[in-house]
């Protein structure tokens, strides 16, 4: 048995009276650790009552127990989810406050509560001590709470504090295959619709989810303990059956990300209220892949069930071999003590790190109020919001999408794509690269085309740059000069007749582009580079702010300059740049260039009266503060911004960008954990012309994504929601009727994402070329043959050759991106 | 073959290729004058003039048409691709008469 009191991870000092009350409304015990403590509580009075709540062996634990008296004292390590209410959603802290059941679900139906996200849970389950009850409906003023609490049962005469052993048992057949587990419980919420029924559910990962949302029943509870005892003997139906009466609340549904792995932990970001917190995920673990359920909330349950069938076909096989794994494994208590500290070092490697769900409460507390507010009713957005809120109130989210595959199958035949002379030819030429004798009278769109190729089968030699610079070239674009060695440069460009050129690309060139060198060849003089107006200079990693200079000197008509991955330069660089280039200079690309400080560089860069395009992903140092500077100088010339990964930002950011930058084009804001919904509101509202979105790993709510896709997603030509897991149908619904003019679109690792909804997306924008879904193993062949888009190119799903899908959408012969060359 | 589904190419040299015209469609250059509400004297007369193609390009790219148009249906057939073979002399000149026909 387990003992009482977990001293590492005892946690009091809590504010006793918040958990008390939380707990007692919701009636929350634990039934694993605390199997032999009654847990009576008062229909219509708040007792306080002294739970412990506890953290079991298995890892997350926190259980807890009604001792019987005043003080209410949480324990839990860190990894447990806790499970109790709602409110609080720190990860680390198992603090609850009181103010809203956010952990808890409510919901129509069953599931639910605010801030039951997608299960981003992972619990060890090795017991099934995780498992909270839920409090009956009786209690003060919470509705649906739907568990069968123990009250419930107490009334009917049940006794749950079984016995060690059986508990065991039970447990035992509970567990999963992988030591990791989600279990999420249904705590209804405040808001829940539904009175008095109750939801429960019991979601034992794998082949517990045909049942997971049932609705129990007075009868059901009373089958309660009998299904207890039967548990271990039925496969997985009847196991869920019996675990109807045990809840636990996943660690999502506090919108406590837990992880177990940091990867796994899918960008929840703690303020990740959903607007209508009405689904429910679950979250497989490792061992097979990484599959989430969905179990959307609704009054009625069969639809959901119907879901769930459908997303568990797929592994029927572990849920046989789930039960006897789990009888194995029911007895090892010192599997759980390893996995639990496992989990808490996990756990906590991801606070460090990822930082997904790193919010301090007031923050947590400020995007709580805020996500489930929308500021404006009347912006876009704010409508947009609107009505998809009160669609989906109608009815459930996976019944708004109706779609069939066309039963005609030769509609969906793709036509083959022929291959074009040109591209056939352009690959026997590069084939034989060293044969060309002369490339003067090619075009420099095509020669673009033929380096690039050899590029990337590393076929590029001297002997083709010779080719290439001989004469007095307009472009020269190579764009992997990694092969290049410093005499290969000092030869190629040492006697070239630069003053044509308009274009130099050297990406990857760090090993022969030396100050020296650079100096002696082509910025030899100033104005050696008279019409240069596209340089790149990507990676040129021993370029430093003197050689800069130098370049800057030679090239007085720079529009476009990038230097993404020259980790010499400082912010003096940028300095340098303002002043000789301020008054034309387009884009700057600073990606990846650690050493440039973004406090120090803003006073230069509010020098430049055009820039177009600005990229400073992945500098860390760039923070609110810098956007807030830079936007409002620039935001009326701004049309593209890359912001990825710089962590730092939030949606404050997000709020001066949509207010300043009405004609923004491009937007990349992929990694930033720290945005909400309440962000994406503000870039709907602001940027509405928007034609380009990058989200990857974003934490916005599948909402959130269809009120901006009809606020202002009608010119998106480009989509991509890669890892954006909360996408779901609504966001398939909404591309479905907005975007139109959508040329490709990512989806990948979108789980929630269904056949029918892709399915709608391609038949309704006809204009896709290209759909990413890497990830996405939950769609069938019902889409893939049956959708009757024959445009479409797919990639992701299947092995099969991508490069030349992936950069269909290159664009080809740009120089600047947003005006023309001058 | 009928005249009217036929359309003449004639080469640098004067060399003169009658060739489908569902074939000649293939090039979007070619398609576009053939087609286009203006008229082109190359409409009325069914003839189109490549003064910078030479002759042995000229047979390469008609060669090429009728390769993309029986492309489809090999590979709905045999699963497999045909290959069109060129020739590495060609190549260069092929790629560039190619790039100003669209195809």
């Not at chain 1, 207010?659 to 309440?678: Q, Y």
């Not at chain 1, 889409?783 to 030349?804: A, D, M, T």
Request: charged share 25%.
């Amino acid at each position: 048995m387990e003992p009482d009191s977990d001293p590492e991870s005892t946690m009091e000092g809590r504010d006793c009276e918040e958990v008390s009350d939380l707990v007692n409304r919701s009636g929350i015990k634990r039934a694993g650790d605390a199997v032999g403590r009654d847990f009576e509580l008062d229909s219509d009075k708040i007792r306080a009552k002294k739970v412990r709540v506890r953290v079991s062996e298995a890892s997350d634990g926190i259980s807890g127990a009604v001792d019987g008296e005043k003080t209410v004292v949480l324990t839990g390590s860190r990894t447990a989810g806790i499970e109790l209410l709602s409110g609080s959603t720190e990860e680390e802290d198992r603090v609850l406050t009181g103010d809203h059941v956010r952990g808890v679900d409510g919901g129509k139906g069953g599931f639910g509560g605010e801030g039951k996200e997608n299960a981003g849970l992972l619990e060890e389950v090795d017991n099934a001590s995780r498992s909270v009850e839920n409090r009956e409906p009786g209690f003060g003023g919470e509705e649906d709470r739907g568990l069968a609490g123990r009250e419930a049962c107490a009334d009917r005469g049940f006794d749950l504090n079984m016995p060690a052993l059986e508990m065991e048992e039970w447990r035992g057949a509970i567990c999963f295959q992988s030591s990791r587990i989600v279990e999420t419980v249904d705590i209804s919420s405040d808001e829940s619709e539904n009175e008095g029924e109750k939801v429960v559910d019991w979601t034992v990962s794998r082949g517990k989810g045909k049942e997971i949302e049932k609705e129990l029943t007075a009868e059901c509870i009373s089958g309660f303990e009998l299904g207890l005892g039967t548990m271990g003997i039925d496969g997985v139906a009847g196991a869920d059956s019996s675990i109807n009466g045990v809840r636990r609340y996943s660690r999502e549904e506090k919108g406590k990300a837990k992880v177990v792995e940091s990867w796994l932990s899918l960008g929840y970001s703690p303020a990740h209220l959903d607007i209508e917190p009405e689904r429910q995920e679950l979250i497989e673990p490792v061992v097979s892949g990484i599959k989430i359920y969905d179990t959307s909330h609704q009054v009625d349950t069969s639809q959901s069930q119907r879901i769930e069938n459908l997303e568990f076909a797929e592994i029927p096989e572990l849920a046989n071999t789930t039960v006897v794994q789990a009888r194995v494994r029911a007895g090892t208590v010192r599997h759980r003590e390893f996995f639990s500290r496992q989990a808490r070092r996990y756990a906590q490697a991801n606070a460090r790190g990822e930082g997904h769900n790193q919010e301090s409460p007031e923050q947590e507390g400020k995007a709580l109020e805020t996500n489930v507010e929308v500021e404006d009713w009347q912006s876009p957005f704010g409508t947009a919001l609107k009505m998809i809120k009160e669609q989906k109130s109608k009815r459930g989210a996976e019944q708004l999408i109706n779609w069939k595959p066309s039963g005609d199958r030769d509609h969906n035949v793709s036509i083959p794509l022929v291959p074009s002379l040109l591209d056939l030819s352009l690959k026997v030429l590069a084939e034989n690269a060293e044969a060309i004798v002369s490339l003067d009278p090619v075009p420099d769109a095509l020669k673009h085309r033929l380096t690039d190729m050899l590029c990337d089968s590393r076929k590029m030699t001297a002997h083709v740059l010779d080719l290439i610079v001989r004469g007095s070239p307009t472009q020269i674009r190579v764009k992997d000069c990694s092969w290049m060695t410093e005499e290969h440069f000092t030869k190629a460009f040492g006697s070239i007749d630069t003053k044509n050129l308009r274009v130099l690309q050297l990406d990857l060139c760090g090993q022969c582009v030396l100050d020296v060198i650079l100096g002696k060849t082509i910025a030899q003089s100033a104005n050696s580079l008279p019409s240069l107006g596209v340089v790149s200079l990507r990676g040129a990693c021993r370029l430093s702010d003197i050689a800069l200079k130098a370049l800057v000197v030679s090239a007085p008509a720079l529009c476009s300059i990038n230097l993404s991955q020259c980790s010499l330069l400082t912010y003096a660089s940028i300095d340098v740049l303002a002043d000789s280039l301020g008054s034309i200079l387009r884009e700057l690309y600073i990606d990846d260039c650690q050493r440039i400080d973004a406090k120090l560089i803003i006073p230069a860069l509010k020098k430049f009266q055009r820039l177009e395009v600005l990229s400073v992903a992945g500098i860390q140092t760039v923070c609110d503060e810098f956007i807030s500077h830079i936007v409002t100088t620039h935001g009326r010339n701004i049309k593209d911004l890359d912001l990825s990964n710089c962590v730092k930002l939030t949606d404050n950011s997000l709020k001066v960008i949509g207010n300043s930058c009405n004609e923004l084009c491009t937007l990349n804001i992929s990694n930033l954990h720290a945005l909400t919904d309440l962000g994406l509101q503000y870039i709907a509202n602001g940027c509405r012309a928007i034609q380009t979105l990058h989200l990857c790993r974003n934490g916005f709510s599948d909402e959130a994504v269809a009120a901006f896709l009809e606020a202002s997603g009608e010119f998106l030509k480009e989509l991509a929601l890669n890892n954006v897991i909360k996408v779901g149908p609504r966001t398939a619904l909404s591309l479905a009727k907005c975007s139109k003019n959508l040329l490709s679109l990512d989806l990948s690792w979108c789980r929630r994402m269904t056949s029918e909804g892709l399915g709608l997306i391609v038949d309704n924008c006809r204009s896709l070329k290209q759909l990413k879904l890497f990830g996405c193993t939950q769609i069938t062949d019902v889409f893939l043959n049956g959708h009757s888009n024959s445009v479409v190119r797919i990639i992701g799903l299947k092995l099969s050759p991508i490069l030349e899908h992936v950069k269909m959408l290159e664009a080809g012969a740009v120089l600047l991106r947003y005006s023309p060359l001058p | 073959m009928r005249k009217e589904d036929t359309v003449k190419l004639i080469s640098a040299e004067g060399f003169e290729f009658v060739v489908d015209k569902k074939a000649a469609m293939v090039s979007q250059t070619i398609r576009n004058m053939l087609t286009s509400p203006g008229s082109f004297a190359e409409t009325e007369h069914g003839e189109v003039t490549f003064p910078e193609i030479t002759t042995t390009i000229l047979e390469k790219i008609c060669q090429y048409f009728y390769w993309s148009l029986q492309y489809a249906s090999i590979l709905y057939d045999s699963g497999k691709e045909s290959e069109f073979h060129i020739e590495p002399e060609l190549t260069l000149e092929l790629m560039m008469a190619a790039n100003y026909l669209h195809t």
